[in-house]
C-alpha cells in the first residue's frame, strides 16, 4: 500500500492549504485515519483523526481552524487547514489503518506558514 500526502506549501500567516493523501488502496473500510506533524526540532505529533464511525478528533490547536475528511470514491483523505499560523509549519504526514496491523504512512508534504 502506498500514500502519497500532496498539498503543502509556502503559505503566509492566515492563509490557507488543503493536504491530500491518495492511498493505492481503498480506504472503505479503513478503521482510522490521522494526520501528524513533525515540526522542527520536535517528535511528530498527532494533528487530527477521523474513525470509521466517522467521529473526528483535533489536537488542541487545531480545533475550529483544521478539518479531515475523506473521499471514499477517490480514496483520499483530506486536511483542510485554515487560519494558519507560523507555529503549524512542519512535514505532515497521514496515516491510514486498515487493521491493527496494517498501518501505513504517507511520506510527507511540507508546511511552511511564513510571511
Known amino acids: 500500500v502506498q500514500l502519497q500526502a500532496s498539498g503543502g506549501g509556502l503559505v503566509q500567516p492566515g492563509g490557507s492549504l488543503r493536504l491530500s493523501c491518495a492511498a493505492s488502496?481503498?480506504?472503505?473500510?479503513?478503521?482510522?485515519m490521522g494526520w501528524y506533524r513533525q515540526s522542527p526540532g520536535k517528535q511528530r505529533e498527532f494533528v487530527a483523526g477521523l474513525v470509521s464511525s466517522g467521529g473526528r478528533n483535533y489536537t488542541d490547536s487545531a480545533k475550529g481552524r483544521f478539518t479531515i475528511s475523506r473521499d471514499n470514491a477517490k480514496n483520499i483523505l483530506y486536511l483542510q487547514m485554515n487560519s494558519l499560523k507560523p507555529e503549524d509549519t512542519g512535514v505532515y504526514y497521514c496515516n491510514i489503518r486498515w487493521s491493527k496491523s496494517s498501518v501505513f504512512w504517507g511520506r510527507g508534504t511540507l508546511v511552511t506558514v511564513s510571511s
Open positions: 488502496r481503498s480506504i472503505f473500510r479503513a478503521i482510522g
